[in-house]
């Protein structure tokens, strides 16, 4: 396993997961009160108005796994465009219309050799703008420090059992840089357009937890 930080499975409910937050239903902790001291600052300060921090919130919150879907689905029968979005996903996602915004994300890929999961050990630092809101196991301690200290375990929590001769690698998003997975395109899809692969493109295939859904699954 590789962990390249130096020093952030789509389950119908997740309430019946091993990761549940350990955040709710307790009083506002220390980061939540500096978000929100943050927040009230930089419109003190006329960086920006109530209304635009507002609209971004607003943003963010309403991203979902689809986007994320769409570029990987093209990824998969466009090696050109693959090459694209390994280099820039920025400007590769820009190429079908996302708006990714100004924190940087890079694309990792899965293959035959090597499993990538991505994880936040500091908080839930995730590609929002690309894959919508992190799921609340995301966010718990136990996958936080979990999946850097066992990864192969993590994965077997969430059905998923990676062949000894395959490398997994451990990614770390920072505040500087989220990570998306792009899974390797399931067999029995030859032939398959963009917008039916994207059908098996789950959020937590993009993050690494989960393969992409078979065509068995749809």
């Known amino acids: 396993m590789s962990h390249d930080h130096t020093h952030d499975h789509d389950h119908d409910h997740d309430d019946a997961h091993p990761y549940q937050p350990d955040i709710e239903d307790f009083p506002f902790s220390e980061r939540m009160v500096m978000t929100q001291a943050v927040a009230e600052l930089i419109i003190e300060k006329g960086i920006c108005s109530a209304d635009e921090l507002r609209a971004q919130i607003e943003l963010m919150d309403s991203r979902e796994p689809g986007l994320g879907a769409k570029l990987v689905a093209k990824t998969w029968v466009d090696p050109d465009y693959k090459a694209r979005v ?10 079908i219309g996302i708006d990714i915004g100004e924190i940087p994300i890079k694309a990792i890929e899965n293959t035959d050799d090597v499993h990538n999961v991505v994880v936040c050990t500091l908080c839930s630092c995730y590609p929002r703008m690309l894959i919508g809101l992190p799921p609340d196991w995301y966010k718990s301690r136990a996958y936080r420090s979990r999946t850097v200290k066992e990864p192969r375990k993590v994965l077997e929590e969430f059905g998923t059992h990676i062949a000894d ?54």
């Open 165 to 218: 001769d395959v490398e997994v690698r451990v990614h770390d998003s920072t505040a500087d840089l989220r990570y998306i997975v792009l899974p390797a395109r399931p067999k029995g899809t030859e032939g398959w357009d963009e917008a039916k692969l994207a059908e098996l493109i789950t959020r937590d295939s993009m993050v690494g937890v989960t393969p992409a859904k078979s065509p068995e699954d749809i």
């Open 86 to 95: 390994l280099e820039d996903v920025a400007a590769a996602a820009a190429e």
